[in-house]
């Protein structure tokens, strides 16, 4: 995208320029070579600063580089105690997240024993004028592979995902969509099934391949067929409709969940999974009575 790697450039060089800014990186999907990347993806940028407490209170430096419509910020003491950050979603369409290291620790990070997930994934030193990053571990770029699961993860998501079912169910059966389409999107869907997907997707690839945030590559990963299952767990505001999802949602993951066990000689917990659908079905017909 030539708008995104003209923000780069003026990026890169007003730091060469500024006597404040010590290193600049760039990091995240442009540099992992694992990641999804098209003319959406965001920027990602990490400025070392000897001081960087004048750029956090005042965010005039972000106009450098064009006209922001939305500006997010997180200061260093309510993001982790490492560094701040400005994200900027500027008129021509880039969006740039800036990091704000001091140099202090900008050079305690590097120090750690092992490279930090976000360094992980991947990084390119764009300027280094003090040759602060000589020291940095190449990445890995394993830090977003999926990673596979040990039976006691394994066997407490199944166990949470039919425990909470019951609560989708129930929330149907009273007609409470907004709590129902909180539970199934935001716990279930995120908090179960997401995973789930990924392991499955992880044992056919021998643990090497990542689906990028919330399952952004599930479809490139997953069979016609399982996609398709996929797609019938999604419903709209009929609660009907939503009976119809929850159910193909369950059916997912009794038979991804059975293939997982078997592959990966985990015992499957076959008769919780039973009761629990039969009594979704007993609460789905006394619904439609």
């Known amino acids: 995208m030539e708008a995104r790697n003209e923000k780069l450039n003026a990026i890169t060089g007003w730091a060469t320029q500024n006597e404040d ?21 965001d920027l990602d940028v990490e400025l070392v600063l000897e001081d960087n407490s004048g750029y956090i209170s005042d965010n005039s430096w972000v106009r450098r580089f064009g006209n922001p419509i939305a500006l997010m910020e997180e200061g260093e003491d309510g993001f982790d105690g490492k560094h701040a950050i400005t994200m900027v979603l500027y008129e021509d369409g880039v969006k740039v997240d800036f990091k704000l290291y001091r140099k202090a620790a900008f050079l305690e990070e590097i120090q750690q024993a092992t490279l930090p997930a976000d360094w992980d994934i991947g990084y390119k030193v764009l300027l280094d004028k003090d040759d602060l990053t000589r020291g940095m571990k190449a990445p890995s770029y394993q830090a977003s592979v999926i990673k596979k699961p040990t039976e006691t993860a394994f066997k407490k998501l199944l166990n949470d995902f039919w425990w909470d079912a019951v609560y989708v169910a129930k929330c149907l059966v009273r007609q409470d969509l907004f709590y129902a389409k909180y539970l199934s999107e935001a716990i279930i869907r995120a908090q179960y099934l997401t995973p789930l997907l990924e392991w499955h997707i992880g044992s056919r690839h021998e643990w090497r391949v990542t689906t990028n945030k919330h399952g952004r590559l599930f479809r490139k990963y997953l069979s016609e067929g399982m996609w398709e299952k996929v797609e019938r767990t999604f419903s709209g505001t009929d609660i009907a409709e939503n009976w119809r999802a929850l159910f193909a ?5 009794a038979e991804t969940s059975c293939e997982l066990a078997q592959k990966l000689g985990y015992d499957y917990p076959e008769k919780p999974a039973a009761d629990i659908k039969t009594y979704l079905n007993d609460l789905r017909a006394r619904s439609a009575g």
Request: glycine share 0%.
């Open 21 to 41: 800014i010590r290193a600049v990186l760039l990091t995240s999907s442009l540099v992992n070579p694992l990641a999804l990347v098209d003319d959406l993806s």
């Open 249 to 253: 949602m369950t059916d997912l993951v």
